[in-house]
């Protein structure tokens, strides 16, 4: 059974009217556990959408989403909270840290949504910013390290929660090729060392390179997906003709 599946699903935008907007046209797809998976497409491709919905931030307008072969498109807000807090971790773009705690406080942040105690939020904390070797910020504040630190901080804080899902939405975008090249080190290193469920948002082939597998999205549908073996995407073009 695979950890994740997409089961010809849709999201609809305005349904009905004048500007209907199919985000997504009647996906499938399936992940299995320690896959590392990249998900590219262009601006306006539908990613983001897939992005929202394998993450539990946003329902299908039609189809089914199953995690660990569990539905959850009829679950209640609340629910989804839970699920997302124990089964996802989310690395983004913009980092996503608070400029009120520190760095170790941004890293254990989800688990008090795990009702974990104090004294062992700080120390799962501790322990994940010394695992991607920031442990001498963690008092600092946010605006006090660079880009690729603050990076390195989001990541620590989607170990924190041990989570088996890691979900990087164009988590280099904002950072220099050298740094960018760390921060997918570390998430292979995730991938391979601990088993954790890779799916990386990109618009970057080279970005899309890193990963084992390939999934391109033009449209709302998938029109490529396939083992990266090393040989460059098909243009778009034939993609969407098969």
């Known amino acids: 059974m695979s950890l994740i599946r997409l089961d010809n699903v849709y999201k609809?935008?305005?349904?009905?009217?004048?500007?209907?907007?199919?985000?997504?046209?009647?996906?499938?797809?399936?992940?299995?556990?320690?896959?590392?998976?990249?998900?590219?497409?262009?601006?306006?491709?539908?990613?983001?959408?897939?992005?929202?919905?394998?993450?539990?931030?946003?329902?299908?307008?039609?189809?089914?989403?199953?995690?660990?072969?569990?539905?959850?498109?009829?679950?209640?807000?609340?629910?989804?909270?839970?699920?997302?807090?124990?089964?996802?971790?989310?690395?983004?773009q913009g980092y996503n840290l608070i400029p009120s705690l520190n760095v170790w406080q941004n890293v254990a942040l989800p688990l008090t949504y795990q009702h974990v105690r104090a004294d062992e939020r700080r120390r799962r904390a501790l322990e994940a910013l010394d695992q991607v070797e920031i442990a001498d910020k963690a008092e600092s504040r946010p605006n006090q390290l660079s880009g690729g630190q603050q990076q390195r901080v989001a990541i620590a804080r989607a170990m924190c929660t041990g989570s088996p899902v890691l979900m990087a939405d164009e988590p280099t975008g904002a950072l220099d090729s050298k740094t960018g090249a760390q921060v997918l080190a570390l998430m292979r290193e995730l991938n391979r060392e601990k088993g954790t469920t890779v799916i990386l948002i990109t618009h970057d082939v080279g970005i899309a390179a890193q990963a084992d597998r390939t999934v391109r999205v033009m449209d709302g549908r998938i029109v490529h997906d396939s083992l990266w073996d090393g040989i460059l995407i098909p243009d778009l073009k034939v993609a969407a003709a098969r």
Do not use: H, W
């Not at 046209?25 to 990613?47: M, N, P, Q, R, W």
């Not at 539905?71 to 699920?83: A, D, K, M, Y």
């Open 12 to 92: 609809i935008y305005n349904e009905g009217m004048d500007n209907q907007v199919n985000a997504l046209d009647g996906v499938t797809l399936d992940i299995d556990a320690g896959e590392f998976i990249a998900i590219i497409g262009t601006s306006g491709s539908g990613k983001s959408t897939m992005m929202n919905i394998l993450g539990c931030l946003d329902v299908p307008t039609r189809g089914e989403y199953y995690l660990d072969g569990v539905s959850v498109g009829e679950r209640r807000p609340q629910e989804l909270s839970e699920l997302r807090s124990r089964r996802i971790g989310f690395i983004f």
